[in-house]
């Protein structure tokens, strides 16, 4: 019909494009994440691999699914050790979350203020960390915090301690605290490095001359545009934080109980693989239901 507007057809190629990101997503994260799945339904079992029942055809199709349970769910609500384990990681998570938005949000906005011709260089100073490995880098804290280390021995020198007294922070949650801080700051810095850098300086100009003091200007400007950078920072810390296991593994006590831990103790100290992956589904289930949910919200706002 005349006046008809005749919509492009997709080529192929646009339609390649788009099956990529699923064919990866497809490939490196709901794969691994059935296997998760089918062994938490298998059972505990003295063989290789250490639980049964093994896929071994689809002829026995049926058999190997009639074999499948979900008993290692129901013995996650009755022991309580799995229960306080997700609740105190969460606790450390949210915590944690919170310093670093706290000791983040000032550098960023200090580097997105500062000139033009050095934000490169303090840009650089921020990953600078990454060019160590992780392990070395929180190995490095316990010869710092430690009761005989470096953070003693400074303390002494200035007088706030005693020659015989001595720093009690290392094995406790206080060096979990510090060791997460310092290991995830750059991935807060930067989400809201990003968010700052582009905010519009004439609105806080604009607010200064209609008589707005500095920090309402910037409760009512600057951090309501920075919202993006916030939430991004802290669902890229909060997520990996949850399931940490090397940080609470080399700083903190034999008290602290945090769900990484639980898993590596398992995985590997007891073999029961059929729960330590009933275990890691509850955990991811627990951390992308909220964020879907966040996303959800988002998308009608």
Do not use: H
Not at 71 to 97: G, M
């Amino acid at each position: 019909m005349e006046g008809e507007i005749s919509l492009p057809k997709a080529s192929p190629a646009r339609w390649l494009v788009v099956l990529i990101p699923y064919a990866w997503m497809a490939l490196f994260f709901l794969a691994p994440f059935f296997i998760v799945v089918k062994i938490s339904l298998s059972d505990t079992a003295i063989a290789m691999p250490p639980y049964l029942p093994v896929f071994e055809g689809f002829s026995a199709l049926r058999d190997f699914v009639s074999q499948l349970d979900a008993e290692n769910y129901l013995f996650l609500t009755e022991d309580p050790l799995y229960y306080s384990a997700y609740l105190s990681s969460l606790r450390i998570a949210v915590i944690s979350t919170l310093l670093l938005l706290l000791v983040g949000y000032p550098i960023a906005l200090g580097m997105a203020r500062a000139s033009v011709t050095i934000r490169p260089t303090l840009l650089m100073l921020v990953i600078l960390p990454f060019w160590t490995s992780f392990l070395i880098r929180v190995y490095a804290w316990i010869g710092i915090l430690k009761p005989e280390g470096l953070l003693t021995l400074v303390l002494q020198w200035i007088g706030l301690y005693g020659p015989d007294e001595q720093v009690q922070i290392f094995r406790t949650e206080t060096a979990i605290f510090i060791g997460i801080v310092y290991s995830y700051l750059p991935f807060m810095v930067l989400p809201l490095y990003s968010a700052l850098e582009k905010l519009d300086g004439t609105l806080l100009e604009a607010a200064s001359d209609l008589g707005c003091p500095p920090w309402k200007a910037f409760w009512r400007i600057t951090f309501p545009l920075s919202i993006p950078g916030v939430i991004a920072g802290s669902m890229i810390c909060f997520i990996p934080i949850t399931g940490e296991f090397v940080i609470p593994d080399l700083l903190g006590g034999p008290n602290t109980l945090m769900i990484g831990k639980t898993l590596w103790t398992e995985f590997f100290g007891n073999r029961d693989w059929p729960l330590a992956s009933a275990v890691a589904v509850v955990l991811l289930l627990l951390l992308v239901i909220p964020i879907m949910i966040f996303q959800n919200q988002q998308q009608k706002v």
